[in-house]
């Protein structure tokens, strides 16, 4: 009778370290799933090339993945649109106009246009570009959208 009881708390035991082990793996897989969700989301918002602060706070593992899914969506996004591929990333919201008013934020030098015109883009500078043209280097941090 001794040996069971003790039977019966070495298995509630054992069960209850299961369980809190069960749990501990839950939170995990979920803390690194919104990290992955995380820098999945920067890539979209940055572009190919994280900001030096960002990736400075990434683990290796971290980088690799996000160097592998930068190569995928490149990838996809040539297989898709013709001979040039699209750019999925150009807009992240769908654009109300097509040409937009921009501030330079710091001296980038000379920028050709699609057309061949040539810009000079000095710090506080003001340019009327087409919006594709410059979406890139708002988000590097160059452009400014001036909104009226």
């Given at each position: 009778?001794?040996?069971?009881a003790?039977?019966?708390?070495?298995?509630?035991?054992?069960?209850?370290?299961?369980?809190?082990?069960?749990?501990?793996?839950?939170?995990?897989?979920?803390?690194?799933?919104?990290?992955?969700?995380?820098?999945?989301?920067?890539?979209?918002?940055?572009?190919?090339?994280?900001?030096?602060?960002?990736?400075?706070?990434?683990?290796?593992?971290?980088?690799?993945?996000?160097?592998?899914?930068?190569?995928m969506?490149?990838?996809?996004?040539?297989?898709?649109?013709?001979?040039?591929?699209?750019?999925?990333?150009?807009?992240?919201?769908?654009?109300?106009?097509?040409?937009?008013?921009?501030?330079?934020?710091?001296?980038?030098?000379?920028?050709?246009?699609?057309?061949?015109?040539?810009?000079?883009?000095?710090?506080?500078?003001?340019?009327?570009?087409?919006?594709?043209?410059?979406?890139?280097?708002?988000?590097?941090?160059?452009?400014?959208?001036?909104?009226?």
């Amino acid at each position: 009778s001794a040996t069971v009881a003790g039977e019966n708390g070495l298995f509630s035991g054992v069960q209850l370290r299961h369980s809190a082990l069960e749990r501990n793996k839950r939170c995990l897989l979920a803390y690194l799933y919104n990290r992955l969700e995380q820098i999945k989301k920067m890539r979209w918002e940055f572009g190919s090339v994280l900001p030096p602060e960002v990736k400075f706070n990434m683990c290796e593992q971290e980088v690799q993945w996000f160097s592998k899914y930068n190569k995928m969506l490149a990838n996809y996004m040539r297989s898709i649109g013709g001979e040039g591929g699209l750019d999925l990333t150009q807009d992240l919201k769908p654009p109300k106009t097509l040409y937009i008013e921009v501030r330079c934020l710091m001296d980038h030098g000379e920028f050709e246009t699609q057309d061949g015109n040539i810009l000079l883009l000095k710090k506080n500078s003001q340019h009327f570009m087409l919006r594709s043209e410059c979406e890139h280097l708002i988000r590097q941090g160059i452009l400014e959208h001036i909104v009226h």
